[in-house]
């Protein structure tokens, strides 16, 4: 069964430090991964997705993600958090045979201080 | 405007009462999704529909139902609301391996 965790309910970063958000995954076969953001009273938005290709996936707003089969993980990072980027953040995966369905993480709420 | 659009935003009601939710969408995407969020939750799957004539449980369907009334629409009904399907609720749509467009979500307090 596809599973997805996002192991911290909270992550708190002063602005101007790298973030990382992380994700662990389970999937049979090839993993689609996607990151999304949310704002309060807001739908999910998309940041970026892995499919296949090269590990370092790059997205809106300066975010990126590395793809780590062997750990099976896809942790979202950013060089310079902005006080802006405080919202919740969410990790999904989807099977690649073709069920379409989407499985999300708890989510993990990102603070920046100022 | 908005590619995906939910109605209400907002909803109070009482307990017992029937309720529907509507979502409909210009993007022409074939796949729709209704999702729960729970605090400390995440999203999870009520129900999802690949096209007009297809429904598909998802793993939280009890309590509720949908209709696939044209590509563009799909609505959640909540037959007989109970408080423990206080929630926020969203609709996405996807197609391919393109990720999935979420609407603004309705709010819904069951008292």
């Known amino acids: 069964a596809q599973s997805v965790a996002q192991p911290e309910d909270q992550v708190n970063v002063a602005e101007g430090n790298p973030l990382t958000v992380k994700c662990t995954y389970s999937?049979?076969?090839?993993?689609?991964l996607f990151w999304y953001v949310q704002y309060p009273n807001r739908g999910l938005q998309f940041l970026l997705k892995?499919?296949?290709?090269?590990?370092l996936v790059k997205g809106s707003y300066g975010f990126e993600a590395e793809f780590n089969k062997s750990q099976t993980s896809f942790h979202l990072k950013k060089p310079s958090a902005l006080v802006s980027d405080s919202a919740l953040y969410f990790c999904a995966v989807r099977d690649s045979f073709g069920t379409y369905k989407y499985i999300f993480g708890t989510g993990t709420r990102l603070k920046v201080l100022a | 405007d908005a590619d995906v659009t939910q109605t209400p935003r907002n909803r109070i009601t009482k307990t017992g009462k029937r309720i529907m939710l509507e979502c409909s969408q210009t993007?022409?995407?074939?796949?729709m999704y209704w999702y729960r969020q729970d605090p400390g939750l995440g999203l999870r799957l009520i129900y999802y529909s690949f096209d007009v004539k297809d429904i598909n449980k998802g793993e939280i369907s009890d309590g509720y139902s949908v209709s696939r009334q044209a590509q563009a629409k799909f609505s959640l009904s909540l037959e007989s609301a109970i408080p423990n399907q206080t929630a926020f609720y969203f609709c996405?749509?996807?197609?391919?391996?393109?990720?999935?467009?979420f609407g603004d979500g309705t709010r819904l307090s069951i008292l």
């Open positions: 996405a749509t996807s197609e391919g391996t393109q990720p999935q467009h």
């Open positions: 999937v049979s076969g090839n993993p689609y």
């Open positions: 993007k022409g995407h074939d796949r």
């Open positions: 892995y499919i296949t290709g090269d590990n």
